[in-house]
């Protein structure tokens, strides 16, 4: 495949690259003059992380530290590491990442690995490795859902990802397709992106003001295989788009987003629900995922397809099997009218409504900032290792906001704003 200097693929827009790279730095994150920057990559997302550096020290960054992955590297784990080595994970560079956040350091992911990396490895490997991983990154992970810092995540198309997602296509078609998928959810496909992520933030705001304004008891879900009452946790704030971290920086988590989100109780999530479309989780691919909740806990749990992992997920912690966040995404979002499944949890989440197991966002409380972890858990905040997002919405989804005293009020329908 051809390239150009920068080693960027040929059929990947310098242009619209570079803007994406700006976005991270100037919407994504704001990033502010003297303010450092921990940045993880994939190497394959090189071309563009090498932009999103320049851009950083342009807008003045301290210090840029990034951290590379590889997929060959991590294959080649799975392939001839020891037994024992799956039960081990790097605790000391998540304590130092932990540390740097402490001292207001942002936060940039640079995703695009091969979605099914892993899909041919042993899955209890997977599993150990991930549980591993999970409870070694928590202490820089409570930093990032506790919203302490501004964070941002973006992505970029790598060719073993464009393959999943273009099967057929030749190599360099597949990952043109890709970039301008990606450049098209980002915002990143027209004259003015920053103009642009400024009125979507505005129109996300709104909706958030709406749903706070009303402040649900409880959403209730159906549609097929799904009818799911997820009661909110007490004192519970809406969020989208642009929000204000503890550290005073506006940002914009991810991009692409089109969602507004909550956090769910722990203990007040009753009925069933099917996923609407596959999950990509570290490298395996869970399909057809129908749950059954009692209590807040996941008491069944099914999948066509990546069962024997979801099973150990569901098992990583007393946390894993209940509810840290609810989102609220019209099924007329533009990556869902793309049509394309991405396998990519950054751009699927934002096609659908969607659910994520695990660790709550404490930002999503009025006055989180101010609470403590124990207030977060009475008022029914969830805490675990993990966070995993799942899609479950669809043009086929009523959606219902239940008052305290029973009453209803439509709030989607046929996965459209009501």
Same mark, same amino acid.
């Given at each position: 495949?051809?390239?150009?200097?920068?080693?960027?693929?040929?059929?990947?827009?310098?242009?619209?690259?570079?803007?994406?790279?700006?976005?991270?730095?100037?919407?994504?994150?704001?990033?502010?003059?003297?303010?450092?920057?921990?940045?993880?990559?994939?190497?394959?997302?090189?071309?563009?992380?090498?932009?999103?550096?320049?851009?950083?020290?342009?807008?003045?960054?301290?210090?840029?530290?990034?951290?590379?992955?590889?997929?060959?590297?991590? !294959?080649?784990?799975?392939?001839? %590491?020891? *037994?024992?080595?799956?039960?081990? &994970?790097? $605790?000391?560079?998540?304590? /130092?990442? =932990?540390?740097?956040?402490?001292?207001?350091?942002?936060?940039?992911?640079?995703?695009?690995?091969?979605?099914?990396?892993?899909?041919?490895?042993?899955?209890?490997?997977?599993?150990?490795?991930?549980?591993?991983?999970?409870?070694?990154?928590?202490?820089?992970?409570?930093?990032?859902?506790?919203?302490?810092?501004?964070?941002?995540?973006?992505?970029?198309?790598?060719?073993?990802?464009?393959?999943?997602?273009?099967?057929?296509?030749?190599?360099?078609?597949?990952?043109?397709?890709?970039?301008?998928?990606?450049?098209?959810?980002?915002?990143?496909?027209?004259?003015?992106?920053?103009?642009?992520?400024?009125?979507?933030?505005?129109?996300?705001?709104?909706?958030?003001?709406?749903?706070?304004?009303?402040?649900?008891?409880? !959403?209730?879900?159906?549609?097929? %295989?799904? *009818?799911?009452?997820?009661?909110? &946790?007490? $004192?519970?704030?809406?969020? /989208?788009? =642009?929000?204000?971290?503890?550290?005073?920086?506006?940002?914009?988590?991810?991009?692409?987003?089109?969602?507004?989100?909550?956090?769910?109780?722990?203990?007040?999530?009753?009925?069933?629900?099917?996923?609407?479309?596959?999950?990509?989780?570290?490298?395996?691919?869970?399909?057809?995922?129908?749950?059954?909740?009692?209590?807040?806990?996941?008491?069944?749990?099914?999948?066509?397809?990546?069962?024997?992992?979801?099973?150990?997920?569901?098992?990583?912690?007393?946390?894993?099997?209940?509810?840290?966040?609810?989102?609220?995404?019209?099924?007329?979002?533009?990556?869902?009218?793309?049509?394309?499944?991405?396998?990519?949890?950054?751009?699927?989440?934002?096609?659908?409504?969607?659910?994520?197991?695990?660790?709550?966002?404490?930002?999503?409380?009025?006055?989180?900032?101010?609470?403590?972890?124990?207030?977060? &858990?009475?008022?029914?905040?969830?805490?675990?290792?993990?966070?995993?997002?799942?899609?479950?919405?669809?043009?086929?989804?009523?959606?219902?906001?239940?008052?305290?005293?029973?009453?209803?009020?439509?709030?989607?329908?046929?996965?459209?704003?009501?």
């Amino acid at each position: 495949m051809t390239t150009h200097s920068r080693g960027v693929s040929a059929t990947i827009d310098p242009v619209k690259l570079d803007r994406l790279a700006e976005v991270a730095i100037k919407v994504g994150l704001q990033l502010q003059p003297g303010q450092d920057l921990v940045l993880t990559s994939s190497i394959a997302a090189l071309p563009l992380t090498r932009r999103i550096v320049e851009h950083a020290y342009k807008a003045g960054a301290g210090l840029v530290t990034p951290i590379f992955n590889d997929d060959e590297i991590t !294959l080649a784990r799975f392939r001839h %590491g020891a *037994d024992a080595g799956f039960d081990r &994970a790097a $605790g000391w560079l998540y304590e /130092g990442m =932990a540390k740097a956040f402490s001292n207001n350091a942002a936060r940039l992911a640079v995703r695009g690995e091969d979605p099914s990396l892993l899909s041919s490895q042993d899955p209890a490997k997977v599993a150990r490795a991930n549980k591993a991983n999970s409870m070694a990154y928590q202490p820089a992970l409570e930093k990032i859902t506790g919203f302490d810092i501004n964070w941002n995540i973006v992505a970029y198309p790598d060719l073993a990802w464009a393959r999943q997602v273009f099967p057929g296509e030749p190599d360099d078609v597949a990952v043109a397709k890709l970039a301008d998928a990606i450049f098209a959810a980002s915002r990143v496909d027209v004259e003015d992106p920053i103009g642009n992520w400024k009125a979507h933030n505005a129109a996300l705001a709104e909706r958030t003001k709406w749903l706070n304004g009303h402040n649900f008891h409880a !959403l209730h879900f159906t549609g097929p %295989g799904t *009818d799911l009452t997820v009661g909110l &946790a007490e $004192g519970h704030e809406w969020m /989208g788009g =642009a929000s204000t971290a503890k550290n005073g920086i506006t940002c914009n988590p991810n991009i692409p987003t089109e969602e507004v989100f909550t956090t769910p109780h722990a203990r007040r999530v009753e009925g069933h629900v099917s996923s609407t479309k596959p999950l990509s989780y570290q490298g395996t691919l869970i399909d057809e995922i129908s749950v059954r909740f009692e209590g807040g806990r996941i008491v069944e749990a099914k999948a066509s397809k990546g069962e024997d992992v979801l099973k150990k997920v569901l098992d990583t912690d007393e946390g894993a099997r209940r509810l840290g966040e609810v989102a609220l995404v019209p099924h007329s979002s533009p990556i869902s009218k793309s049509g394309l499944l991405f396998f990519n949890t950054l751009f699927d989440e934002n096609a659908a409504c969607h659910i994520a197991l695990g660790q709550c966002y404490s930002k999503c409380f009025v006055n989180g900032a101010s609470l403590s972890q124990d207030e977060i &858990a009475q008022r029914g905040g969830n805490k675990s290792f993990i966070h995993i997002d799942w899609m479950i919405g669809s043009g086929k989804i009523d959606i219902d906001g239940v008052a305290k005293d029973g009453s209803r009020m439509p709030v989607m329908r046929k996965g459209e704003w009501a």
